[in-house]
């Protein structure tokens, strides 16, 4: 933990370094989120989603080592529910996804590039008075080029192919895994790349055409054409979006209602880890 806090810092640090080369900040949020304390059982969120099956809750999970469980979080920071996976592990969940009334789990954090393998876990929303899901498609892959250190993942709601980007390529790297998925070994094949990285979150809008892609430091807002592949998008120019800095900010998500974003961060050194709402103007 104490590595990765301190890459972290050092990332931020050249982050921030090149903002002045930024394109303006996009207008379409307000510049000042609104902030609620979350209640203090949650304290390395990784990952979170606007619920669709329980309207009001956002889902959230925590990163390596962390139980095997989903939390359900009111608009107030009020943890209202623990919902467990069951027969799967939390070797390093980084990210995740609602698309197509199913929630996919990222186990894609790899710190110092050693793994052989990751693992996409897939299965529907559960409802709020769920106790533990049981039944998870695993889907396993590989790295066409080798191990990558990846915290954030993209699955296109049509063609329901994945996407996955790198946190410490420099430039972050675009990697795809076709749809159907394998029962087997999957590949993510290399399609594309950021003109910039550190990538540590995604988000996509319920109706899939805005999407965010989240660094330590800035979130990057992307436009998206009925007609246009997510890598394609991703080609694009983008737009920075407000964002108040965070500990170790690892998590955004649309509101489903198309009304804002929120973002969620690890408590780092922080007293307390904070919900922000960032309003559609």
């Known amino acids: 933990m104490l590595s990765k ?9 050249a982050l921030i370094s090149c903002k002045k080369n930024e394109a303006k900040e ?13 209640n203090p059982i ?3 969120t990784s990952g979170i989603a606007d619920s669709k099956a329980n309207p009001g809750l956002l889902w959230a999970h925590e990163d390596s080592g962390a139980p095997t469980q ?3 979080v009111k608009r107030d920071g009020t943890v209202t529910k623990r919902i467990y996976i069951k027969n799967v592990t939390n070797r390093d969940w980084e990210d995740m996804v609602l698309a197509n009334d199913e ?7 790899d710190n110092n590039g050693v793994h052989s393998f990751c693992t996409i876990y897939k299965f529907t929303e559960p409802s709020a008075n769920t106790d533990t899901v049981y039944n998870v498609e695993r889907i396993l892959f590989q790295y066409s080029d080798g191990p990558r250190d990846t915290e954030g993942f993209l699955v296109d709601p049509i063609s329901k192919h994945i996407y996955i980007i790198t946190k410490r390529d420099n430039p972050s790297k675009i990697y795809k895994i076709l749809f159907p ?8 094949t290399a399609v594309g790349s950021l003109p910039y990285s550190g990538v540590v979150s995604t988000a ?38 407000p964002y108040q800095m965070e500990p170790q900010g690892e998590a955004v998500t649309f509101a489903n209602n198309g009304s804002g974003y929120f973002t969620l961060s690890e408590k780092g050194f922080a007293s307390s880890v904070n919900l922000y709402f960032y309003k559609r103007k």
Do not use: H
């Open 70 to 72: 989903l939390y359900l």
């Open 103 to 109: 929630i996919y789990i990222g186990d894609i954090g």
């Open 181 to 188: 998925y394998s029962t087997g070994m999957n590949t993510a």
């Open 26 to 38: 996009t207008e379409l949020f307000d510049s000042i989120p609104t902030s609620v304390a979350v």
């Open 204 to 241: 996509m809008s319920r109706n899939g055409k805005e999407i965010i892609v989240k660094t330590y430091q800035g979130l990057f807002y992307y436009t998206r054409n009925s007609n246009e592949t997510i890598e394609q998008v991703l080609q694009k120019s983008y737009k920075p979006l």
């Open 5 to 13: 806090i301190i890459y972290n810092i050092v990332l931020t640090a």
């Open 42 to 44: 949650i304290n390395e």
